[in-house]
T-cell receptor
Framework: NAGVTQTPKFQVLKTGQSMTLQCAQDMNHNSMYWYRQDPGMGLRLIYYSASEGTTDKGEVPNGYNVSRLNKREFSLRLESAAPSQTSVYFC????????????FGSGTQLSVL | AQSVTQLDSQVPVFEEAPVELRCNYSSSVSVYLFWYVQYPNQGLQLLLKYLSGSTLVESINGFEAEFNKSQTSFHLRKPSVHISDTAEYFCAVSVGTGFQKLVFGTGTRLLVSP
């Protein structure tokens, strides 16, 4: 039971570099989400995709872009990384928009130097 | 806008002792409330939820939470904790049917010692 798979688990970038965080779910869920987790701030929603073909901004979208490649995959791209984007990133999915149970991946720890 | 406050960043407790993790929310409309748990090096998992009906909700591993509308609280309790309960616990709130925009609290780290 893979559930939600995120890659990579760890990444170190230099300021200005770009990278894409990958997320895939094998539960046939319609909705997918990207959160970032920072000490003392809980989880904040970056972007979400209610269904294949749609994406919407969350609470903290600046500096990020997303792609819902197909029903399974939802990627998060940092075009020009900044130290403020040092965080732990979590991908999550749910069967449909409005379903309160989110299934989370194990996270990507990103450091931007 | 709704918000969630978890006043305790860390709660140390001895094994088999009772514990309460506090959560308060602010919202002027009806809310749905959740507790998620994050074990070390893992993603979050739904622990329990309040949507409607009975104000006392329980999880399968002995935790319970009570929705108190007058005090705008949703505290998590367990009468006797185990070492395996060591984890970070997040309270979350969603207003109306907008579940896709859960608002999370800052988390409480529960540390259970033998």
């Amino acid at each position: 039971n893979a559930g939600v798979t995120q890659t990579p688990k760890f990444q170190v970038l230099k300021t200005g570099q770009s990278m894409t965080l990958q997320c895939a779910q094998d539960m046939n869920h319609n909705s997918m989400y990207w959160y970032r987790q920072d000490p003392g701030m809980g989880l904040r929603l970056i972007y979400y995709s209610a269904s294949e073909g749609t994406t919407d901004k969350g609470e903290v979208p600046n500096g990020y872009n997303v792609s819902r490649l197909n029903k399974r995959e939802f990627s998060l791209r940092l075009e020009s990384a900044a130290p403020s984007q040092t965080s732990v990133y979590f991908c999550a999915s749910s069967p449909r928009q409005g379903d309160e149970k989110l299934f989370f991946g194990s996270g990507t720890q990103l450091s931007v130097l | 806008a709704q918000s969630v406050t978890q006043l305790d960043s860390q709660v140390p407790v001895f094994e088999e002792a009772p514990v309460e993790l506090r959560c308060n929310y602010s919202s002027s409309v009806s809310v749905y409330l959740f507790w998620y748990v994050q074990y070390p090096n893992q993603g979050l998992q739904l622990l329990l939820k309040y949507l409607s009906g009975s104000t006392l909700v329980e999880s399968i591993n002995g935790f319970e939470a009570e929705f108190n509308k007058s005090q705008t609280s949703f505290h998590l309790r367990k009468p006797s904790v185990h070492i395996s309960d060591t984890a970070e616990y997040f309270c979350a709130v969603s207003v109306g049917t907008g579940f896709q925009k859960l608002v999370f609290g800052t988390g409480t780290r529960l540390l259970v010692s033998p």
